[in-house]
């Protein structure tokens, strides 16, 4: 690969942020020039106002092979400072992301898919935790995550034995959002991410980060920790809006 050639590709649509993986040759491994690049993009989907959604993807038929383990014995993790593997895993987005997977997201590229907030998967991909074969660990929210995404022994027995899990019975546990053809996952997260854009943009982005504030409190604390962050939108004009276009039978006129 032409070291000129760009590890990430990014593609602004309406609204929209598409970021492909460009490392091909190796299954898009993240080394650390793509943990930059990725890092890179995810910061422009966060601070330019006129994108409210984030597709991530891989180029040459395959999601994310992980870690590029070729390079870790001199190199180590590609993190980028506190923001985890590729500047993701453990980085706190406001705006949905959105995951179009193909083929392979194994190790470290399964969890840059479980970082995301939506996934959508070919029939024939498939995901892997196979750190336990390579002496290492998946701790870049692997061992974290699985566990609540899919039921508790699928999830160990992935982690523990490195067995990988087909895309249909991902999306059978619920953990794929929409299940698609061979090539079709990029257009059905396009689809998906349309969805969001349709609705309050504030609303969408103050209910993600009501989930991500509210994650293993218990009921009493969470709505303490919801209600100051809630109970200002019930006043806005996009609530207003919301309740006039209902009433009206109309789509809402959302100001952007």
Not at 73 to 101: C, E, M, S, W
């Amino acid at each position: 690969m032409d070291s000129h050639t760009p590890a990430t590709l990014t593609e602004p649509r309406p609204g929209v942020l598409l970021v492909t993986l460009n490392r091909p040759h190796v299954r898009n491994a993240v080394d650390q020039s793509l943990a930059n690049a990725l890092d890179a993009a995810l910061t422009r989907l966060e601070t330019d106002p006129s994108l409210t959604v984030g597709i991530l993807t891989g180029a040459g038929g395959h999601f994310c092979s992980g870690m590029d383990l070729k390079a870790f014995p001199t190199d180590g993790v590609p993190v980028v400072a506190h923001r985890g593997l590729a500047g993701i895993t453990r980085a706190r987005l406001r705006k949905p992301l959105i995951a179009a997977v193909e083929g392979a997201a194994v190790a470290g590229g399964f969890e840059l898919a479980l970082a995301c907030d939506l996934i959508t998967a070919a029939d024939t991909a498939f995901f892997a935790l196979p750190e336990v074969a390579r002496g290492l660990i998946a701790a870049e929210g692997g061992a974290i995550r699985l566990p609540g995404r899919v039921p508790y022994h699928v999830a160990m027995e992935m982690l523990l034995t490195a067995a990988p899990l087909p895309a249909p019975d991902a999306a059978r546990y619920g953990l794929v959002n929409q299940l698609t053809g061979e090539g079709e996952a990029l257009d059905a997260a396009l689809t998906l991410a349309g969805r969001v854009q349709a609705h309050s943009r504030d609303a969408v982005l103050i209910t993600k980060q009501i989930v991500q504030d509210t994650r293993g409190l218990d009921d009493h604390t969470a709505y303490t920790v919801q209600d100051p962050l809630s109970t200002p939108v019930f006043t806005t004009t996009a609530a207003t809006e919301g309740a006039h276009a209902f009433t009206e039978k109309r789509r809402p006129a959302w100001h952007r």
